[in-house]
């Protein structure tokens, strides 16, 4: 069959009978790769080492699902009961992981990747927390301490002890959590955005991809609660219960005047 260069990648080499991802044939790759590994293979170009995928497949289960009280999961929710497939909800839930909800883990990757190579940590981080109101990946709404920082953070500062990692990020990020915490009753620790944030970082995805990577992990959480409510019956189903109503702060009730004829 004939080359043309209309498209050309290095991802992947498909022929009639053929197909290879990165140069593997894709045999090789179902019986000897995970699919954490190849997702690092699709976006690297090479297979990451056993432990570099244990550490971004820790990372991709952690942001799989958060519950209907996340935007994206009740939207994936609502799109179905509207009569749409399934491909459709999680587009739905997709298309509004943006800069509020689901954008924190690339932005915070783009802080620490100025801040890692910092003369003064200390100092650098109390520059910019006099120069920013809002630290991204810190801190929850609902979660007094996000479930899904420790064993996260844990399994970084252990790729670090066992040098799999440099941890340059990780120490980036604990400084911006001691800082935020300093004179505090309450800490304000990390949350899953941080914490996977430290993990991309160090595995050496670009920023852009930290946010690629989340949305793919909640992407499992959309099909699964979209799933979910195919099954339960509802038609329409709206943001709030059917016996409320939105909170209306417009003008009170007036009349218009009938238009002449």
Not at 8 to 25: F, K, L, M, N, Q
Not at 177 to 200: C, F, H, K, W
């Amino acid at each position: 069959m004939e080359r043309s260069t209309w498209w050309t990648t290095a991802v992947s080499d498909i022929e009639p009978g053929s197909i290879r991802y990165r140069g593997y044939p894709v045999e090789e790759v179902i019986d000897g790769a995970s699919f954490a590994s190849t997702i690092w293979l699709l976006l690297r170009g090479e297979l990451p080492s056993p432990a570099q995928a244990r550490l971004l497949e820790r990372a991709l289960v952690a942001g799989a699902d958060h519950g209907p009280q996340a935007p994206s999961i009740a939207i994936a929710r609502m799109a179905m009961t509207c009569g749409v497939g399934v491909n459709n909800a999680m587009a739905s839930a997709i298309n509004v992981l943006g800069d509020v909800h689901g954008g924190a883990g690339e932005q915070l990757m783009e802080l620490l990747a100025d801040l890692v190579d910092a003369d003064d940590l200390p100092a650098a981080v109390a520059d910019v927390r006099g120069r920013l109101r809002y630290i991204p990946g810190f801190g929850h709404r609902f979660h007094p301490r996000d479930p899904r920082r420790d064993p996260l953070v844990g399994a970084v500062t252990r790729a670090v002890t066992d040098g799999v990692v440099a941890g340059r990020h990780l120490r980036v990020a604990l400084e911006i959590e001691r800082q935020l915490s300093e004179g505090r009753e309450r800490a304000v620790p990390m949350n899953i955005d941080g914490a996977t944030a430290i993990i991309y970082a160090e595995l050496g995805f670009a920023p852009a991809l930290g946010r690629g990577l989340f949305v793919l992990s909640r992407a499992v959480g959309a099909l699964a609660h979209a799933w979910e409510e195919s099954g339960s019956g509802a038609r329409n189903k709206g943001p709030v219960p059917r016996d409320q109503l939105a909170a209306y702060a417009g003008p009170p009730p007036r009349h218009l005047e009938p238009r002449g004829k």
